[in-house]
Each structure stands twice: as structure tokens, then as C-alpha cells.
DNA sequence: AATGTAATGTTATATTATTACATTTAGTAT
DNA sequence: ATACTAAATGTAATAATATAACATTACATT
């Protein structure tokens, strides 16, 4: 680990601001075009999940979220977070129990995640010919498959 | 879901004894191997995980293994865990927080977890080439992978 | 038998996630 | 505008998963 975490973000240097912005407006029109709502608690925590693309687990988000309402509960977050992983718009690192914002909502994408278990940064490869494989190994075991997960930990060329 | 979740076990039905003692013979010559000790407590928590194909949580095992011994803590169990994954004997299914036995823990092997919904029965498939793949990409991208963790959900041809 | 290391015992607590039910809010129909 | 309905949120409690810290015991080596 030459380089220290923050130095860059991801695999390059990149607008941040841009990112966020396109977020919220894919939250917007898939919200829109499924016709369900994207509320001020849910586009809150949407932001605060893509605010950086480190993974951030619920109660992370729950002490952040807290600072602009007191109130908010587990179950506030929780709620947010099904929500916004219903819509595609935030993934689960189950290797994590943590959460990242998806850069690519509006479009059919099968992904593997990237985790980088230095900075924590964690995003998004598409890997449709390796899913293409394994939904086709599985069904030669006669077995129907549903939800595919792959998670690869290692160091982010940052970190490395 | 059309035929019983234990009408068959795995795809095919199959002497289970032979898993057991299999998977018994493979630790006991592992932790040899390793020069590391296959405790009374290890190798009867490895005999709980093993005695079925169902990914368990550890806090089942923990009911189990109360039975026999009153005294058992979570952290009993946990430990027992993290030794016997460390060994490779037994893997995690991080999209279940539960445990299976691995049934080729000698041979070095690469493989996706199939997980049926219905029976929780899990099993491994070896799928190297889809690593190599995966890690060929990561590295494209300046990663340096170490872990890869391939989860598949769906329904066995049992329950589907 | 004395020693050092690994394993286990024991207590407590941290972390992650859900259930149940009450209340409020927002969209829809009147 | 008003009443209705369904969805969203508030609130409290608790379930489920996992680890930390330190004491004690067992085991292998000398």
C-alpha cells in the first residue's frame, strides 16, 4: 500500500459531483417510470450512499443521516435501503453488510463488485459473459437460477 | 416447487454417510497436514455442519451443539468456525450468514455456490475458468484480487 | 515436573437487522 | 374541498449475527 487510500478514487481521478448528480436523476426517472416515490428520507439517504463510492454500512449511514433528523431509527435506514435496492439504485455488499450506490441503475447490467479492502472503495464491472457461464452451469445441474452475487476483495490500484 | 425438499438431496440421491466420512478423512489428514489440532469440540461442530448439505447458521449449531455440551457459547461455535474455514473445510455463504461443509477441501478448487431457496441445500461447482475471467478484468483494471465470492440463488431440480 | 503456547471457558458487548403496531402523509375519488 | 385509502413514517422493542477481553485449562516439549 504505496499510496495512501483518498489519493485517487477509483481507477481515476474522476467529478465527483458528477456521479452524484447522475444518481439522483436516474433515482428519479426509474422512480418515475415505476411509478413509486422517491421520498425526501429515501433521496436523502440515495445521496448519502453515493456521496463516495466506499461501501457504507446501515448504522454508518444511520449516525450520518441522524445529524439532519434526530429521530431517524435502524428502521428508517433499513426501509430507505430496500427501497433503493428494489429500484437498482444501491447494491449490498453481502461479504460487507454494507452498501454501495449502482453508477448504472437505468441500464440492464450484471455486475462483479470490486472491493478494494484498503480504502473500501467498491464498484462496478460488468461481467455479462460470465454470468452467461454460470446461469449455464447451473442449469446443467438442473438447477434454476435466480440472484447471482460475485464479490471480489483485494487492492484498488490506489491501495496496491 | 412441485416435489418435497428432501425428496432428494443434491441432484442425485447419494449414500450421505460417505460425505460424512469423507469430509471427516479429509480434516483429520488436513489439520495433519498443517500440523494443527482437530479438537474434540472442532471436530464435532465440522460432523454438525457436514451432517446435511443445508448451509446452517452458526447460531443453529450452537442449539445442536448445546445438546451435548451445556456449556457452549457463541463464541464456541465462532471460533470452531473460523478454524475450520481457515482449513478450508468448511465455507461461509456470505448472502446467508451460514456455513457448509466443503466436500473437496484436499483438492485446490475454485468454485460458485449454488443455493436452493426452498431446501437451503447448497453445493459447490467448480467454475476456474470463470475466475480466471474475473481476475483477468480485475487486474485490467490495476486490481489486485484475493478473494472471490460466487453465490448462486435459485431452486434445485428438487424443488423447482 | 516446569514451561510456554494453543485451546477453551466465561462474561459482556458490539453489530446488523426485523417485527409489530401507531400515526401521518400523499394521492385518488367523490 | 372532503373523505377515503394506501403508502410511508414514527416509535419501541427485540431478534439475529458476531466479536472483545480476560481467566483458566490442556497439551506438547523440555
Given at each position: 500500500m504505496n499510496k495512501t487510500a483518498d489519493e485517487k478514487v477509483l481507477q481515476q481521478p474522476h467529478n465527483h459531483q458528477h456521479c452524484m448528480t447522475q444518481a439522483l436523476q436516474s433515482a428519479e426517472k426509474i422512480c418515475t417510470d415505476k411509478g413509486v416515490r422517491l421520498t425526501a428520507i429515501r433521496k436523502r439517504i440515495l445521496e448519502l450512499i453515493c456521496s463516495s463510492h466506499k461501501a457504507i454500512g446501515a448504522y454508518e449511514l444511520l449516525d450520518l443521516f441522524r445529524k439532519e433528523?434526530?429521530?431517524?431509527?435502524p428502521v428508517t435506514i433499513y426501509r430507505a435501503l430496500d427501497f433503493l435496492m428494489e429500484a437498482g439504485l444501491v447494491h449490498k455488499i453481502e461479504s460487507l453488510n454494507a452498501f454501495i450506490g449502482c453508477l448504472q441503475a437505468e441500464t440492464q447490467h450484471q455486475s462483479v463488485i470490486l472491493i478494494c479492502?484498503?480504502?473500501?472503495n467498491a464498484f462496478e464491472l460488468d461481467a455479462s459473459s460470465v454470468y452467461k457461464t454460470i446461469f449455464a452451469m447451473s442449469k446443467e445441474k438442473q438447477f434454476t437460477p435466480t440472484t447471482l452475487t460475485i464479490e471480489l476483495h483485494g487492492l484498488c490500484d490506489s491501495c496496491s
Open positions: 433528523d434526530m429521530k431517524a431509527k479492502d484498503n480504502c473500501k
